[in-house]
T-cell receptor, first 111, second 112 residues
Framework: ELKVEQNPLFLSMQEGKNYTIYCNYS?????LYWYRQDPGKSLESLFV?????AVKQEGRLMASLDTKARLSTLHITAAVHDLSATYFC???????????FGTGTSLTVIP | DTAVSQTPKYLVTQMGNDKSIKCEQN?????MYWYKQDSKKFLKIMFS???????INETVPNRFSPKSPDKAHLNLHINSLELGDSAVYFC???????????FGSGTRLTVV
């Protein structure tokens, strides 16, 4: 079974700082997805990464995919309080049948 | 218009009861899923249907039975509810094999 690990699990950072969340997975795949979940809410799609070297940016968030290293990163630039949420990566085994979700990273941005 | 709608949003019930959660999507997606999110926020797939056909049936107690009357609907029926069934259940849908999931708002099930 595909294993997807995120780190850190919990992240507390000050506003204005930069940080990176890492997503490692155990089996070959070139499809990786990032989601955001606010407390008590559903999951919202952030990025879809479909090839080695893919990089996507939206506002203060940038995601990248290195399929050879089986690693994706979610980089946060100049964090603001509104980014506080839980972030999940999810990997598709190229069968198209299902996602395997990471453990989630709970991000708190402190003023 | 809500893309993936789940009802009810909250469900509190006693042990031993039977309950159903409904899911409908108006996106024209071919595949629908049920995921369970536990208290540690871990998401695990339960079932997947593609055009009304069951394609994924993970190791889930057979008290859980999905039903897909058409490709826009996927319901989840749970018999003889147990305390350990308390969780948030998410329905999701997907177009093709490359796009991301669109999630429903979730159903928070509490078994007392």
């Amino acid at each position: 079974e595909l294993k997807v690990e995120q780190n850190p699990l919990f992240l507390s950072m000050q506003e204005g700082k930069n940080y990176t969340i890492y997503c490692n997975y155990s089996t070959t795949s070139d499809r990786l997805y990032w989601y955001r979940q606010d407390p008590g809410k559903s999951l919202e799609s952030l990025f879809v990464l479909l090839s080695n070297g893919a990089v996507k940016q939206e506002g203060r968030l940038m995601a990248s995919l290195d399929t050879k290293a089986r690693l994706s990163t979610l980089h946060i630039t100049a964090a603001v309080h509104d980014l506080s949420a839980t972030y999940f990566c999810a990997v598709d085994m190229n069968t198209g049948n299902q996602f395997y979700f990471g453990t989630g990273t709970s991000l708190t941005v402190i003023p | 218009d809500t893309a993936v709608s789940q009802t009810p949003k909250y469900l509190v019930t006693q042990m031993g009861n039977d309950k159903s959660i409904k899911c409908e999507q108006n996106l024209g997606h071919d595949t629908m899923y049920w995921y369970k999110q536990d208290s540690k926020k871990f998401l695990k797939i339960m079932f997947s249907y593609n055009n009304k056909e069951l394609i994924i049936n993970e190791t889930v107690p057979n008290r859980f039975s999905p039903k897909s009357p058409d490709k826009a609907h996927l319901n989840l029926h749970i018999n003889s509810l147990e305390l350990g069934d308390s969780a948030v259940y998410f329905c999701a849908s997907r177009l093709g094999q490359v796009g991301g999931y669109t999630f429903g708002s979730g159903t928070r099930l509490t078994v007392v």
